[in-house]
């Protein structure tokens, strides 16, 4: 069974901080995809990266990097120079990609952050 | 760019009642989703469905709930008879065939009273 842990529950910083989102994943599989989403506070689901299992490159994309280590199956992301903008609820999930199963994602039970001005 | 839409965005029912929530997932997408989220928890999957089946449904999915793609761009999700506890926001979600992201609507406040 997979399972996706989020224990930072929320997470208060100061504009321009950096900060660290942790997640740990259980999967039996060999082959998984992890994904991050910002849920912001008008509620949509915004998706901003996914990783596989066979491609530990750490990975940046403006102020945010994401950090991938298999041998402690965690999946964390950090916001550089945090900004009011950035505060919204994050969620860390996990897909085991089945060819007839579709693929559900499971998800972490999320991490709140409030980026202060 | 091609984005996932959900009708209506808010939904007031009475327990007892029948909904059905619609969804038009990106159009060149072959498997659709259906989760849920009762408001302040984690996001929860209901259902998925490819090639005109459900592939996988969740225990949450019971004989209450249904899901149809009754034509070439629409998507629902129908439940029978609404509980109090089936209150939540619904999010409809769609990908390709190649990757493995998701891309979610908006969502359906469903509020049952």
């Known amino acids: 069974a997979q399972k996706v842990t989020q224990a930072q529950t929320e997470i208060s910083v100061v504009e321009k901080e950096d900060v660290t989102l942790d997640c740990v994943y259980e999967t039996r599989d060999t082959t998984y995809y992890l994904f991050w989403y910002k849920q912001p506070p008008s509620g949509e689901l915004v998706f901003l990266i996914r990783?596989?299992?066979?491609?530990?490159q750490n990975e940046i994309s403006g102020r945010y990097s994401w950090n991938f280590q298999k041998s402690t199956s965690s999946f964390n992301f950090t916001i550089t120079a945090s900004q009011v903008v950035d505060s919204a609820v994050y969620f860390c999930a996990l897909s085991e990609p089945q060819e007839t199963s579709g693929s559900r994602l499971t998800f972490g039970e999320g991490t709140q952050l409030t980026v202060n001005p | 760019e091609p984005e996932v839409t959900q009708t209506p965005s808010h939904q007031v029912t009475q327990m007892g009642q029948e909904v059905i929530l619609r969804c038009v997932p990106i159009s060149n997408h072959l498997y659709f989703y259906w989760y849920r989220q009762i408001l302040g928890q984690k996001v929860e999957f209901l259902v998925s469905?490819?090639?005109?089946?459900?592939?996988?449904k969740s225990e949450i999915f019971d004989d209450q709930f249904s899901v149809e793609r009754p034509d070439g761009s629409n998507f629902t999700l129908k439940i029978r008879s609404t509980k109090l506890e089936d209150s939540a926001m619904y999010f409809c979600?769609?990908?390709?065939?190649?990757?493995?992201?998701?891309?979610f609507g908006p969502g359906t406040r469903l509020t049952v009273t």
């Open positions: 469905f490819y090639n005109n089946e459900i592939s996988e």
């Open positions: 990783r596989n299992s066979f491609d530990e």
């Open positions: 979600a769609s990908r390709g065939w190649t990757f493995y992201e998701q891309y």
